[in-house]
């Protein structure tokens, strides 16, 4: 593994980091502003951990798969964002079996960090192939 790709890795992923982190504050803001958060399944803080765990582990392999010489990834990544998203039903299969009345606050708080995360990726991905 070069140095430099290392470099450029890191560089890439801290700054989706800290766009999440930004988008994380602005939704917390934003969903705290207009609802009640105690009707929720789901706080957005573990909505966005569990997203957060899912997308490194993504772009952890995708990374590793670059650095060893192997820009072939596409594969690897759509292969990837289907276990992702078998992993988000299994996530949200609490909120589908609960008698709650009201789910679109769960379900779209949900949705909305996993296009933020969606785009991270995409982002992660392209910057990573363009610098290397």
Excluded at 16 to 26: C, D, H, R
Excluded at 66 to 92: C, D, E, H, R, S
Excluded at 100 to 115: R, V
């Amino acid at each position: 593994m070069k140095t430099n790709h290392k470099k450029i890795a890191w560089g890439v992923f801290l700054e989706a980091l800290v766009a999440i982190a930004v988008a994380f504050f602005i939704h917390q803001h934003i969903f705290t502003s207009f609802f009640d958060a105690s009707a929720l399944l789901f706080p957005l803080w573990k909505i966005y951990s569990f997203l957060l765990l899912i997308t490194a582990a993504l772009c952890f392999v995708l990374i590793r798969k670059i650095w060893f010489g192997n820009p072939q990834i596409i594969n690897t990544f759509f292969g990837l964002t289907l276990l992702k998203m078998f992993l988000a039903t299994v996530f949200l299969t609490p909120l589908f079996l609960s008698e709650m009345e009201n789910k679109q606050p769960d379900t779209f708080n949900f949705f909305i960090a996993y296009f933020l995360f969606l785009a991270v990726e995409l982002y992660l991905l392209n910057a990573l192939l363009k610098k290397l």
